[in-house]
T-cell receptor, first 114, second 114 residues
């Protein structure tokens, strides 16, 4: 089955710095790559997603890049704020047949220090 | 987005008993899923809930342990059967909205088995 590797497992930055989280996947058929943010005690929330027909997508301070040849994708957060502190999960759809059947990375605990 | 509700939000159960979790969404959805999130871990897909037919289970999960029903498009139940302490987790339903083709999670059910 699909395997998603996520790095780093923890990331600590100062407010205003940038944060980058990287993921690799194994199934070349994967074509949908959403990112979720999970605050403590809350449900995962979709923050951005990218489909395989584009290489980059940006939404305000958040951007995602995709390299299908290398089978890796990354989340970039600029001008980080304390409220960005959470666990971030990269995900992808194994087999590329459904946008819902997702395989999750191990998660990155992001801490933004004021 | 959509309003996704789960009942109960949390429960403490005795070993050997069963618990049924309900998931209701207020919008048209194409797909519904059940995930498990063990303490401090990532999310793992349990099964795809299929309307009016048997659920499709992922490797490591079986119908006898996690029976799932989906009698209509917007409602599903997951039962955790013959529980043991290892079943202590957060169980989350998720849906793919017909309008956006993206996946959203319910608030989760925190289960503790003594």
């Amino acid at each position: 089955g699909e395997n998603v590797e996520q790095h780093p497992s923890t990331l600590s930055v100062q407010e205003g710095d940038s944060a980058v989280i990287k993921c690799t996947y194994s199934d070349s058929a994967s074509n949908y790559f959403p990112w979720y943010k999970q605050e403590l005690g809350k449900r995962p929330q979709l923050i951005i997603d990218i489909r395989s027909n584009v290489g980059e997508k940006k939404d305000q301070r958040i951007a995602v890049t995709l390299n299908k040849t290398a089978k890796h994708f990354s989340l970039h957060i600029t001008e980080t704020q304390p409220e960005d502190s959470a666990v971030y999960f990269c995900t992808t759809n194994a087999g590329g047949t459904s946008y819902g059947k997702l395989t999750f990375g191990q998660g990155t605990i992001l801490t933004v220090h004021p | 987005s959509a309003v996704i509700s789960q009942k109960p939000s949390r429960d403490i159960c005795q070993r050997g008993t069963s618990l049924t979790i309900q998931c209701q969404v207020d919008s048209q959805v194409t797909m519904m899923f059940w995930y498990r999130q063990q303490p401090g871990q990532s999310l793992t897909l349990i099964a795809t809930a299929n309307q009016g037919s048997e659920a499709t289970y992922e490797s490591g999960f079986v119908i006898d342990k996690f029976p799932i029903s989906r009698p209509n498009l917007t409602f599903s139940t997951l039962t955790v059967s013959n529980m043991s302490p290892e079943d202590s987790s957060i169980y989350l339903c998720s849906v793919v909205l017909e309008s956006t083709d993206t996946q959203y999670f319910g608030p989760g059910t925190r289960l503790t088995v003594l």
